[in-house]
T-cell receptor, first 113, second 111 residues
Framework: DQQVKQNSPSLSVQEGRISILNCDYT??????FLWYKKYPAEGPTFLIS?????DKNEDGRFTVFLNKSAKHLSLHIVPSQPGDSAVYFC????????????FGKGITLSVRP | DGGITQSPKYLFRKEGQNVTLSCEQN?????MYWYRQDPGQGLRLIYY???????QKGDIAEGYSVSREKKESFPLTVTSAQKNPTAFYLC??????????FGPGTRLLVL
């Protein structure tokens, strides 16, 4: 039973355009969400996060939007650059001191020059 | 330079052999984690430790063992009981339960 779903396995966009990566979750106890970026044969690196008390968090070219009622979040990258080509994982954390991150399967983003 | 190191980068295991993957961090993080990534899959939690001398099973702990004798070290042993060990193994650490920082990974292959 997948609690964090990234239903589109891949996305291809033109350099300079917007990339929108989507993530859905089913567990209403999740209250903190993170996006990680991963290059092949490397560990994931933290990109941006959002708490459930917010609906938007922005960091440079990266913005994460959270729609709690729809249990949906999205990562926007504007403008997209070829170096953004990587796998992007959405992760969610429930409330509680002993909570663990749950990861989605990832989306492979390709930015065409 | 603070960070997480994993060694070796590649590891080969023979049938019936136990192998140990190293994970060291100098970030002074209390919590450490082991994940497994298979092609087309997300990261699945194997074991985690929130404090020295204590660890808990994750979602796929069978066939694996860990120890946490020191704050900076969290080695993972892949035992012969793990029937499908070929994967990319990632170690992570964190201060609290939120943002985790990952090492570069170890790719385990079976001969």
């Amino acid at each position: 039973d997948q609690q964090v779903k990234q239903n589109s396995p891949s996305l291809s966009v033109q350099e300079g355009r917007i990339s929108i990566l989507n993530c859905d979750y089913t567990n209403s106890m999740f209250d903190y969400f993170l996006w990680y970026k991963k290059y092949p044969a490397e560990g994931p690196t933290f990109l941006i996060s959002i708490s459930s008390i917010k609906d938007k968090n922005e960091d440079g070219r990266f913005t994460v939007f959270l729609n709690k009622s729809a249990k949906h979040l999205s990562l926007h990258i504007v403008p997209s650059q070829p170096g953004d080509s990587a796998v992007y994982f959405c992760a969610a954390l429930p409330t509680g001191a002993n909570s663990k991150l749950t990861f989605g399967k990832g989306i492979t983003l390709s930015v065409r020059p | 330079d603070g960070g997480i190191t994993q060694s070796p980068k590649y590891l080969f295991r023979k049938e019936g052999q136990n192998v140990t993957l190293s994970c060291e961090q100098n970030l002074n993080h209390d919590a450490m984690y082991w994940y497994r990534q298979d092609p087309g899959q997300g990261l699945r939690l194997i074991y985690y430790s929130q404090i020295v001398n204590d660890f808990q099973k994750g979602d796929i702990a069978e066939g694996y063992s860990v120890s946490r004798e020191k704050k900076e070290s969290f080695p993972l042993t892949v035992t012969s009981a793990q029937k499908n060990p070929t994967a990319f193994y990632l170690c992570a650490s964190s201060i609290g339960v939120e943002t985790q920082y990952f090492g570069p990974g170890t790719r385990l292959l079976v001969l």
